[in-house]
Structures are given as structure tokens and as C-alpha cells.
């Protein structure tokens, strides 16, 4: 009842665009900060954005100016704009809340090959 859902990965060259796209259920999406994290092998899983019930956005500091997270509260959708994808941008990128309150989904891969 309670799942996360990522899309939209995939192998781009440096410079590229990804859109992320991530389906939320079974909680109170409105209300709720959504954020994306990412793993690299060898890596823990890091933050990378997170936006507010409200709209109110942070970015870690290396996608700056490069990522854009949105949210469509209608279709409990939360979404990571990608442009001037790097190769240490490479990871499996996943959504949850910022409170990571709900089991990971899947995720879905980033390779980014220079």
C-alpha cells in the first residue's frame, strides 16, 4: 500500500538531461517533504533534493544551477530536471520522504559517461 516508484534513468553523455520522475502511495503526499537521494557503489546513499509540502526547495551543493526538484501534489508526483549531467553524477538515484519514513522502491540508474 505504501510504495515508491522511480523512472526516467538511464546512459547520457556529459552535458546531457535526465528527467527523474517518482510516484508516491499510500501516504499524505501533500503535506509530506519529498526529497531525492542517491548511491554510488561503494558510496552511502546521499541526499540531493528535497522540496517542502509548501514548494520551499534545497540542493546539495554540487547539483546546484544543474538540478531542479518539482512536485504535482494532484498526482502525488515528484520530479528531478537533470541538465549538465557529470560522470560523478553516476548512481542510483531514489525518492522518499525527507524523513525516509517509507521502505526504498528500486530506484532507477544514472550513467553518465564523459
Known amino acids: 500500500q505504501v510504495q515508491l516508484v522511480e523512472s526516467g534513468g538511464g546512459w547520457v553523455q556529459a552535458g546531457g538531461s535526465l528527467r527523474l520522475s517518482c510516484t508516491a502511495s499510500?501516504?499524505?503526499?501533500?503535506?509530506?517533504?519529498m526529497a531525492w537521494y542517491r548511491q554510488a557503489p561503494g558510496k552511502q546513499r546521499e541526499l540531493v533534493a528535497a522540496?517542502?509540502?509548501?514548494?520551499?526547495?534545497n540542493y546539495k551543493d554540487s547539483v546546484k544551477g544543474r538540478f531542479t526538484i518539482s512536485r504535482d501534489n494532484a498526482k502525488n508526483m515528484v520530479y528531478l530536471q537533470m541538465n549538465s549531467l557529470k560522470p560523478e553524477d553516476t548512481a542510483v538515484y531514489y525518492c522518499?520522504?525527507?524523513?525516509?519514513?517509507?521502505?526504498w522502491g528500486q530506484g532507477t540508474q544514472v550513467a553518465v559517461s564523459s
Open positions: 522518499n520522504t525527507i524523513l525516509r519514513s517509507v521502505d
Open positions: 499510500g501516504i499524505i503526499f501533500s503535506i509530506t517533504t
Open positions: 522540496i517542502t509540502s509548501s514548494g520551499s526547495r
